[in-house]
């Protein structure tokens, strides 16, 4: 398809984005030199004086030859490459989350209660007190000594959170999802990796010292598990973190979509209606 455009002397070609089949024939063509502009569905549709018997190829061409489709925002090539990893990682997190569900409805099934008495049953204790009990411990007050020094339930109310009935088959259970929840974090660890090896290849922007991180609150359970910030502080050139409610999984967040270079939207209001926060003005009948 690319030769037989560039045969036929075409710089620029119209696509529209239908789920993630748009995605090797965008690559492709832009690989080759050709202007590609992704095209929203929607507003295709929405454009008024088309004829039932026009094919949609058709129609798009005859749109974008006289310069009433708009390109769609997309980040250079090395950003897609950590979007598509990052939005995986988004959904291995789903699924080992899915697996810690499947933890509590074992221990539920037990009539055991820690989960509902330490914070995170993923935690230090948690697991000490899951690999435990997969173990074959089913002693409350055996299994209460794990308890970590940090958790503000005490040790008698650890100890009655762990006496149910422990049954085989919810063991049996228990001990598959706690597998697969490890499972599921080894493969967002290996995630994890790839993306740091391909931030690592982005080049510094230093626009001088900027204000020391809070790095306190930072820290939560499906936070990378390399040090982001200083990647990010360095790709930026500024410390955004210093923006209240702006932490390195938010920041991430942003580049992985974005990039660094928001050269594209040349005002804040551009941007903002590309986020879609820009509340519609339009009146109909003095409404």
Not at 63 to 87: D, T
Not at 116 to 126: A, E, F, L, N, P
Not at 157 to 176: A, N, W
Not at 237 to 259: C, K, M, N, W, Y
Request: hydrophobic fraction near 40%.
């Amino acid at each position: 398809l690319a030769d037989w455009l560039q045969q036929c002397r075409v710089d620029t070609v119209a696509l529209e984005s239908t789920g993630v089949y748009w995605i090797p024939l965008f690559q492709n063509l832009e690989a080759r030199g050709l202007a590609v502009h992704l095209v929203n569905a929607q507003h295709v549709h929405h454009v008024p004086g088309r004829k039932s018997d026009v094919l949609d190829c058709q129609w798009l061409q005859y749109l974008h030859a006289v310069g009433l489709l708009k390109a769609s925002f997309r980040p250079e090539q090395a950003v897609c490459e950590i979007r598509s990893l990052m939005r995986h990682r988004e959904n291995l997190v789903q699924m080992a989350c899915v697996h810690v569900q499947h933890m509590h409805k074992s221990l539920d099934q037990m009539n055991l209660q820690i989960h509902h008495v330490i914070s995170d049953i993923t935690g230090v204790t948690g697991l000490a007190i899951v690999d435990a009990i997969v173990a074959g411990n089913t002693d409350p007050k055996e299994l209460a000594k794990l308890r970590d020094y940090r958790i503000k339930a005490s040790m008698e109310t650890v100890t009655k959170s762990l006496v149910g009935d422990y049954r085989p088959e919810h063991i049996f259970t228990l001990k598959q999802s706690l597998t697969a929840y490890r499972h599921y974090q080894q493969l967002i660890a290996d995630c994890d990796h790839e993306v740091q090896r391909r931030i690592h290849t982005f080049q510094t922007k230093d626009d001088g010292p900027t204000a020391p991180a809070d790095c306190s609150s930072t820290s939560t359970p499906t936070a990378p598990t390399f040090d982001l910030h200083r990647h990010l502080e360095r790709i930026w050139g500024v410390d955004l973190t210093a923006i209240p409610g702006f932490d390195v999984v938010r920041i991430q967040t942003i580049f992985s979509e974005l990039g660094a270079d928001l050269s594209k939207f040349p005002t804040v209001d551009s941007f903002s209606s590309w986020l879609n926060l820009s509340p519609k003005d339009g009146t109909s009948a003095g409404r």
